[in-house]
């Protein structure tokens, strides 16, 4: 687990990849700025292997973790699903996830549906950009 | 693939910017504040940016083609519900001239892609040619304000102009063949210089 300023050194460090994770954006932030709103919304981001995974608890429903991941892969994000049922006794998981993310795919493997979508949510390269709205309840997920 | 980028400033980078502010052809540029105050004074009110003025005003880093250090650039103030910014930015000697306007393009590029930044001011004060020439200053130039600023023991004339959405459909989206063209040019006249 990093604490913030790793965790907003790791995420610029990744670039393109963490952009939209956990609603920050390294291009457009700089690492105090990320450091902060990481803070803000007391948020924990974690190793995992090649990839980065956060999750934030949200205040008026705790046992609902809003979650995020830099990688493709399902496998960091089914070890930070078992950790947060584990340990943080969450029973169910929102990710918002810019569209065309290769982040998609991770959720997916990992038993999370699309429940619909910001349109024109996030301003990107040039434009206005759709975010999806990704969630599962904890009897839906896969454990790692 | 651009020749000149942009990125984030850092800590790191702060004795670079430090460097170039003093450097008497650049600082008759701005105002004399970097003259007037200690390294650590002019250090401590950029890591105060770095770290607490993003919403106000930003830093950022020009690099080469390497992605070596090639100048400094700033937004201040930045009016986000309007969309506007202004504009400042230097680069260091080699990088003068044609390199000087792709780090322009690259700025103004972040600024309105990434930023949604939709109308850019800047100011050059009349004797400054490091980035442009007088005639490109002359057909740029909005609006002239005599005596705006004493600098390096003279008062100085600023022009403004504003760089808008419009202006860049034209100038960072109708042409990128010409811009591709003298992105080559420039790498070529690089790797000539660097020899074999």
Redesign the interface.
């Given at each position: 687990m990093l604490d913030a300023t790793a965790a907003a050194q790791a995420l610029?460090d990744a670039a393109g990849a963490a952009r939209g994770f956990l609603g920050i954006d390294p291009?457009?932030?700089?690492?105090?700025?990320i450091a902060a709103e990481l803070t803000r919304i007391g948020a924990q981001v974690c190793r995992a292997d090649d990839a980065l995974v956060g999750y934030a608890h949200r205040p008026s429903q705790p046992r609902q973790a809003l979650v995020a991941s830099t990688s493709a892969r399902a496998e960091p994000v089914a070890t930070l699903l078992s950790f947060l049922r584990i340990h943080q006794r969450s029973t169910s998981y929102l990710a918002l996830v810019p569209a065309g993310s290769v982040t998609i795919a991770a959720f997916e493997g990992c038993g999370f549906r699309q429940a619909g979508v910001l349109r024109d949510h996030r301003?990107?390269?040039?434009g206005y950009q759709d975010v999806l709205v990704y969630f599962a309840k904890e009897a839906d997920t896969c454990r790692s | 693939m651009q020749v000149m980028t942009v990125r984030h400033f850092t800590e790191a980078d702060i004795p670079a910017r430090i460097k170039h502010m003093r450097d008497p052809s650049f600082q008759a540029n701005l105002s004399d504040f970097a003259t007037s105050i200690t390294d650590e004074s002019l250090a401590a009110r950029q890591r105060r940016t770095i770290a607490q003025e993003q919403h106000t005003a930003r830093i950022f880093t020009i690099c080469g083609p390497g992605g070596e250090v090639a100048g400094f650039a700033w937004i201040n103030p930045i009016d986000w519900y309007s969309q506007c910014c202004e504009l400042s930015a230097g680069v260091l000697p080699p990088y003068r001239g044609g390199l000087g306007a792709l780090a322009v393009a690259a700025l103004y590029e972040y600024l309105l892609s990434e930023l949604n930044i939709r109308v850019v001011v800047s100011q050059v004060l009349d004797h400054n040619q490091m980035m442009q020439s007088a005639e490109l200053m002359a057909a740029c130039r909005q609006v002239t304000c005599p005596l705006d600023s004493y600098t390096a023991g003279e008062w100085r004339a600023a022009h403004f102009w504003a760089f808008t959405e419009a202006d860049a459909r034209s100038y960072l989206g109708a042409e990128p063949a010409g811009r591709q063209a003298l992105a080559d040019r420039i790498r070529a006249r690089i790797e000539e210089d660097q020899g074999p």
């Open positions: 610029s291009v457009t932030q700089n690492c105090a700025l301003y990107q390269s040039g | -």
